[in-house]
């Protein structure tokens, strides 16, 4: 395995909770307000990718996590490992492969909305090799190491990548770790959607912890009446411990086999929604990961989504993603 040298733990000596697998890539984002890709003219750099933005969402909640992922032998790959060491993420599980890493320009509308635009054929995170993959959980996962396997889909749309997630997860399953998936699609790098529905689908049904888009849990139901609550159904009956549907500035739902509750969020002046889906995920994982007793009772469930749901949106007033997340202090002042 190529890993950095020098990566470093969120606490020297002390083993991750967290490990987040996947993509990472750099953010362009916008500097002026509501401009589009073809008005901007000055750009934030930025850290991104979903693993990569969970896992720094949930280090500065509290939980000690890692990330499991490829990135270029270029600069801008050891610019994301630096800035993901920088703030207290374990980056020994990311390997550099001799390919680009992508980067994505993301488009802001006036309200804070964001589309992406993706650059890098052949992008370095499709190149996590199964070996490294299984050799990071394993390391990782080790004695009293973590406790929870994290993934997304975009790892998923094609090889090595797809079959490392695989292995992965198969490693996660025995080291006794729960296993959380984002959907959090992205069409753009799947050249059939049917395919896309299939794939995601089957890795998703063998997650404990389920966090999807409403979009998304309609384009995964598929056509039907009542798609969310049918694949909210299926995914529960299929062993998941917890499914719970993002719906924006609209709030979310958390579903159980014994009970679903919906929050609002507050409501905040929003500059970029960038990395708020996963502010809501790095934050519902650090509360399970500090109370695995979240998901039994409808009180605590209700609770910890609230508070997913404000630090998502206290993420959406500032620019970027990772440069947006709050800490723990910041959001219990937020939150009075």
């Not at 589309?115 to 390391?139: C, I, K, N, W």
């Not at 753009?188 to 998304?216: N, Q």
């Amino acid at each position: 395995m190529h890993a950095y040298p020098g990566a470093m733990a969120a606490s020297a000596g002390t083993p991750p909770q967290l490990l987040c697998l996947g993509e990472l890539l750099v953010d362009m984002v916008p500097q002026e307000e509501g401009a589009s890709l073809a008005e901007a003219r000055s750009y934030l750099w930025a850290a991104g990718g979903a693993p990569a933005n969970v896992a720094v969402a949930a280090a500065r909640l509290g939980a000690r996590s890692a990330v499991v992922a490829a990135v270029g032998d270029d600069p801008f790959g050891q610019a994301l490992r630096d800035e993901l060491a920088r703030a207290g993420v374990d980056v020994s599980g990311v390997a550099r492969v001799p390919r680009r890493t992508a980067v994505a320009f993301v488009s802001l509308s006036a309200g804070g909305e964001r589309g992406f635009m993706f650059y890098g054929d052949d992008p370095a995170h499709d190149h996590l090799s199964t070996a490294d993959a299984q050799e990071a959980v394993a390391r990782l996962a080790g004695a009293e190491g973590a406790r929870c396997l994290h993934f997304g889909s975009v790892c998923l749309a094609r090889d090595p990548a797809r079959s490392a997630t695989d292995a992965a997860v198969a490693a996660a399953r025995a080291a006794g770790c729960l296993v959380s998936c984002d959907v959090n699609l992205r069409e753009g790098f799947w050249p059939d959607l049917g395919e896309a529905r299939a794939v995601i689908g089957a890795f998703a049904a063998r997650a404990d912890l389920v966090k999807v888009s409403e979009e998304e849990a309609l384009f995964l139901a598929g056509p039907g009446d009542e798609p969310e609550r049918r694949l909210v159904d299926e995914l529960l009956a299929g062993g998941a411990r917890s499914v719970v549907v993002s719906r924006g500035a609209r709030g979310a739902s958390a579903h159980t086999a014994g009970f679903s509750v919906d929050v609002a969020p507050p409501r905040v002046r929003s500059l970029d929604a960038t990395g708020a889906g996963d502010a809501l995920t790095g934050a519902l994982l650090a509360a399970t990961l500090s109370a695995p007793a979240t998901w039994d009772d409808p009180g605590s469930a209700r609770a910890v989504l609230e508070r997913a749901c404000a630090y998502a949106a206290l993420s959406t007033t500032r620019r970027g993603a990772i440069p947006s997340y709050p800490t723990a202090d910041e959001l219990a002042a937020f939150l009075g």
